[in-house]
């Protein structure tokens, strides 16, 4: 497979990341997801020690970039807002997901709403997307909690599919089957909004439904979609998530080690230098 460069901008250089917490989510959920995110360029040590680690699968992103001549992208989650009480409701047109991240006039606004919360599409056509403003000077994804609208969807492997093979789940590696889910899908829209953020990037097949770099769990996915749909370790195939690594202790899988002890299960990349999807971090 190949995913071809249409010559648009990437997201170079620093990128400044601001959170919308969009509903009700306890500390515990919030710190798997700030963890991950802080885990992207990280440079710690002890982590560096454990491998694989979430920074060595994000420097595939990197290489796309670097492939297409640009400079590598530096992530940094800058500031967090709480719209605890649902400020325009809790059934949200897909329109509203742009508007709330407008709001907040970050570089890149990553919009994650709870798992009461109902956006238009959301595990109809979609379990997150991503998207840019109007004048184009910032991004923002979307992704929501689907634990208990649709984790059969949007939360695989740590639930079982709706559709198609009915293999056993697997132990979600924080513990949390909805914010594990949300990881996986928030990892596989980074890779799309850094390397297609205006639909000239980065892509394969039609702009109108582009498959991207990224790959995501077994949910629908319009814009954003993966080149590397379900493959998250060596040998993955429709219904089996691959090789993975497995916690002695609480026997749930992972792929990568991330900052304060945290492990993460993360999609497959592909990797532009061998023109092939890589499950490996």
Request: proline letters at 5%; one cysteine or more.
């Amino acid at each position: 497979m190949s995913l071809t460069y249409h010559n648009g901008d990437l997201l170079e250089n620093e990128l400044k990341i601001s959170i919308l917490w969009y509903g009700k989510f306890l500390p515990a959920q919030k710190s798997i997801i700030v963890d991950f995110l802080r885990s992207l360029n990280s440079s710690n040590k002890i982590v560096s020690r454990k491998t694989p680690t979430v920074s060595k699968w994000s420097q595939t992103i990197q290489d796309n970039l670097t492939k297409a001549g640009k400079r590598e992208t530096r992530l940094v989650l800058s500031d967090q807002f709480n719209d605890e009480k649902c400020s325009i409701g809790k059934t949200i047109k897909k329109s509203q997901i742009s508007e709330l991240a407008d709001s907040k006039k970050g570089e890149l606004t990553i919009v994650l709403t709870a798992q009461d919360v109902a956006v238009e599409g959301f595990c109809m056509s979609n379990c997150g997307y991503h998207g840019s403003g109007q004048n184009k000077r910032s991004v923002f994804i979307w992704v929501g909690n689907s634990v208990t609208q649709c984790p059969g969807q949007c939360a695989w492997p740590f639930h079982q599919l709706i559709y198609g093979p009915q293999t056993k789940p697997l132990g979600a590696p924080n513990g949390d089957v909805g914010v594990d889910g949300m990881v996986v899908n928030i990892a596989s829209l980074l890779a799309g909004v850094v390397t297609n953020p205006y639909g000239n990037g980065y892509y394969q097949g039609p702009a109108e439904a582009p498959l991207e770099a990224a790959s995501a769990c077994a949910g629908l996915y319009g814009k954003g979609a993966s080149a590397c749909a379900g493959l998250y370790g060596k040998g993955a195939y429709p219904g089996y998530a691959g090789e993975l690594l497995v916690d002695s202790i609480t026997g749930a899988s992972y792929k990568a080690h991330g900052t304060n002890g945290r492990k993460y299960l993360l999609p497959g990349l592909f990797d532009p230098n061998k023109s092939a999807c890589s499950t490996t971090a």
